[in-house]
């Protein structure tokens, strides 16, 4: 929850930072002000008002009039009313508005006209999802006075967890329909679009097609908003003045008019990241103006793997910087290459309109720095071999500040992989007594492999939060997506040598084994290449056994663990078809060492 609030505020900051850009002209807001409330009386106006003002705007040659207001109950007093209102609706060119509602127990609502909107999903293979949030009811106007209108759309705009509108549902579902936001049938009936055709890509992004252009939304159907600055930036008319066609007919002409109130007591405000006042109709309306525009705030579809490349990337790069130039010279660069990353994401945000979030590499490079600070008052000390124990402490430090942003992301994976470490290393030890992998398994190569083991699993970084949280057994769908992380975690560390420019770096290489290969099977009925016994490299046959101990002794969020003695019985008999039988014969030697720190790490994780 923090990691995600605090990525939320810099978006916030890059947004400020990146600018503005004025609004589409073809955009007007007609304001129920409180200058208009004194001249023809408190809210709400009489239906037979409201339909005047709207033929005064269609008058006035307003190409598409959508009210931001719901007429959910008879006018009282005079049944006349709902019927002229309905008449003056009637006419066509009027959106409007209605709100949806998401409890879980909501009365029914057949007595509602809405009007859906015709789409059609398209997903990259397997099952058909519905990448919309589901409603179970609707507030919406009277029957009468929907139908005439002939259109409509919902209302609904909630802000994220710590109170600030950032995005806004274009589309939504109800009992098997899917309906557009307000300002979304607005454009379509400015445009003359009829059909929409939404795109999945994953999870966490999807795109909607209108027509020739491509609006960028995430995998619930939202659209980050590109706010044009503080409140009030559209052209506000007055109500008031549109009675009594104060107004030239050139100020609505060919133009989305949005009615709505923003007198005190009547009006609806949010808080965005440029103005903390921000009314609903407004909301709307930027909304309307991005879809016009088309200038659109996307993330990319591996926004996971970019960035925890680019962590990666951060936390090597200050190490490798301090230590071949030294601290002051060494810091100053990377400090220079940090803020370099800040501003090339605020000129993306600003002139691509592509967020990467810079605050994991961020904390990336403080974690390093950290670590690399730790390093040279160590090596300071023992002034023996400067440039190698440097580079050495720098390293082991890195993959220790790396795994906590991995412990940030998911605190029980974090856990796993520290588990990990005291495993790989006494199994090694044993496996090394065996004549065959006594060259292999020299005491400087067990202490760099058990060092690395934690990192197996890094590549969960780009698997989405649904899924790697997922309370319950994965679908095969989902499982194929986890079941990716091996190589997400192998293109981290990839992505990294390529961006400070390692080569032949033996660390990383046995790094890049350990996550490509933990889950391969001796009889090649692994992933992610389904390599065959000998073919697998030592460490990543070491690892499997130790991942899979590992895993099925502690408990999950779906299931409970196994004992040790089930587990070991397991294991052993998967020999020779899931794990080399000569890593499960040393495992059996040293099972019983496993035990006692399995129960230690158990007795830790209980709350005193």
Known sequence: MFAVRLEASVYDHMVRWAGTRPPDDRVVIVDIDEP??????????????????????????????????????????????????????????????????????????????????STVVVQRGGDEVRPFFRATGVVCSLAPVAAAAGASGFLNAAPDRDGILRRVPLLAELHGHVYPSLALAAVSALTGTRDAVVHVANDN?????????????????????????AKRQFPYVSAADVLDARVGHDAFADKIVLVGTTALGTREVVATPLDTLFVGVEVQATVADNLLQGDFVRRPEAQGVIESGLTLASGLGVA????????????????????????????????????????????????????????????????ADVAGIERGAAR????????????????????????????????????????RFKEQLTPERIELLSSLAPLHDIGKVGVPDSILNKPGALTAEELSEMRRHPIYGRDVILNAEQKVRVRDDAVLSLAKEIVY????????????????GEDIPVAGRIVAVVDVYDATTTRTLYRSPMSHEEVVAYIVAGRGSHFDPAVVEAFVRVAPVFEALSAQWSAKSIPA
């Open 36 to 117: 208009s409330l004194a001249r023809y009386g408190q809210w709400p106006w009489p239906r037979d008002l409201v339909g005047r003002l709207v033929e005064r705007l269609r008058e006035a040659h307003a190409s598409v009039v959508a009210l931001d207001i719901v007429f959910p109950e008879p006018q009282r007093g005079d049944e006349r009313a709902d019927f002229i209102f309905a008449d003056a609706l009637r006419a066509g060119g009027v959106i409007l508005g209605y709100g949806l509602t998401f409890e879980e127990h909501t009365a029914e609502s057949e007595h509602c006209v809405l009007h859906p909107f």
């Open 205 to 229: 992004s999807t795109s909607l097609a209108l027509g020739e252009r491509v609006v960028p939304l995430d995998g619930r159907g939202n659209l980050l908003v590109r706010f044009r600055g």
């Open 320 to 383: 490798l910087l301090v230590a071949t130039c030294g601290v002051s010279l060494g810091t100053a660069l990377a400090a220079s290459a940090l803020g370099a990353l800040w501003l090339a994401v605020v000129w993306l945000l600003s002139a691509q309109g592509v967020f990467v979030s810079p605050l994991f590499p961020t904390l990336g490079w403080l974690a390093a720095f950290s670590a690399v600070g730790l390093a040279r008052f160590r090596m300071e000390r023992t002034r």
């Open 396 to 435: 082991a430090l890195m993959i220790q500040a790396l795994l906590s942003l991995t412990e940030v992301r998911d605190a029980e994976t974090g856990r796993h992989s520290r588990r990990t470490q005291q495993y790989t290393k006494l199994l090694a030890q044993e496996l090394s007594t065996h004549p």
């Open 517 to 532: 290969t933990h889950h391969e099977r001796w009889d090649g009925a692994g992933y992610p290449e389904g390599l065959r």
